[in-house]
């Protein structure tokens, strides 16, 4: 029975510890690393860029000087130059305007035709630093009204994990000390 509860306890610690670490890892890939760097994370919500950046792929876009963008380059860019919802797509044509403007043509990588509007370099966010599957998923689910519950139920969850380590700790201590002392043929008080 010893064995077992031991062989338990070892498996309990290495989960909770993948756990931990994957949590830590999704942290630092998606909030971290991007606020260092000066870029924003979105989330693919729709296939238009499938199969390389399928719905749930969290994509960290880096500012970049739109002079610098190339054909072949995915951006992610304003629908409406000054409103919230955004595109990532993957820059197809460049051309320059009469008026000397600098303008892109955009298509998603699963789309047959190319988006209907040319985008102006006011539209663009920024282009593809890195992208990670799966991880807008979560992206999408701690945001908003839902972001300080979340972080605080993850706080809530962690310190009762600590309390639950340290009671362990502290029970396995003096389960030690008292099978110390009967080896050594002294009585611990009780």
Do not use: C
Request: no cysteine; proline share 6%; net charge positive.
């Amino acid at each position: 029975m010893s064995a077992l509860r031991t062989g338990l306890s070892w498996v309990g610690r290495v989960t909770a510890w993948l756990v931990i670490l994957v949590a830590l890892g999704a942290i630092v890939v998606g909030v971290l690393i991007p606020r260092i760097g000066g870029a924003t994370p979105y989330t693919i919500l729709t296939g238009s860029m499938s199969p390389k950046l399928p719905p749930g792929t969290l994509v960290v876009v880096r500012p970049s000087d739109t002079s610098q963008l190339r054909i072949g380059d995915v951006v992610t860019y304003q629908l409406r130059s000054g409103q919230p919802t955004v595109v990532t797509h993957r820059i197809v044509a460049q051309r320059t305007t009469l008026r000397g403007t600098l303008e892109f043509r955009t298509k998603g990588d699963a789309n047959n035709t190319p988006d209907l509007h040319w985008v102006r370099p006011v539209q663009i966010k920024g282009r593809l630093w890195y992208a990670v599957p799966y991880l807008g998923r979560i992206n999408q689910v701690v945001t908003g009204d839902r972001r300080p519950w979340i972080l605080y139920a993850v706080v809530a969850g962690l310190l009762g994990y600590a309390g639950f380590m340290f009671a362990g700790a502290a029970r396995d201590r003096r389960r030690t000390r008292q099978s110390t002392g009967r080896r050594e043929g002294t009585e611990v008080p009780r």
